[in-house]
């Protein structure tokens, strides 16, 4: 059974740090593409951070220097580090897949942000 578990998410002040966490179970970990993606209320799921198997990774331009995406094959974990959040950096934040399989896994619960002073 896939399973996908995020944490780490909480209520921050503008300018402040959260580092999330994504736990899977069930899968090859090591030959996915990984992805963090976020909903925001009212608005459409994306993508904002991705991780290759050969751990290259990209961004959105909204992320861009401010979240560095990473992984932990041996743990089966994905991670997040969240810098200088902003108001606009408030949402749901799940993981899955990402690349040409994603995002084909079942979605975790997510973990909210809120970024609010």
């Known amino acids: 059974q896939v399973q996908l578990v995020e944490s780490g998410g909480g209520l921050v002040q503008p300018g402040g740090s959260l580092r999330l966490s994504c736990a899977a179970s069930?899968?090859?970990?090591?030959?996915?593409?990984m992805g963090w993606y976020r909903q925001a209320p009212g608005k459409e799921r994306e993508l904002v951070a991705a991780?290759?198997?050969?751990?290259?990774?990209r961004y959105s331009d909204s992320v861009k220097g401010r979240f560095s995406i990473s992984r932990d094959n041996k743990k089966n974990t994905v991670f997040l580090q969240m810098n200088s959040l902003r108001h606009e950096d408030t949402a749901v934040y799940y993981c899955n897949a990402a690349g040409a399989l994603g995002p084909g896994l079942p979605w975790g619960q997510g973990t909210q942000v809120t970024v609010s002073s």
């Open positions: 069930g899968i090859i970990f090591a030959f996915y593409d």
């Open positions: 991780i290759t198997r050969g751990t290259t990774t």
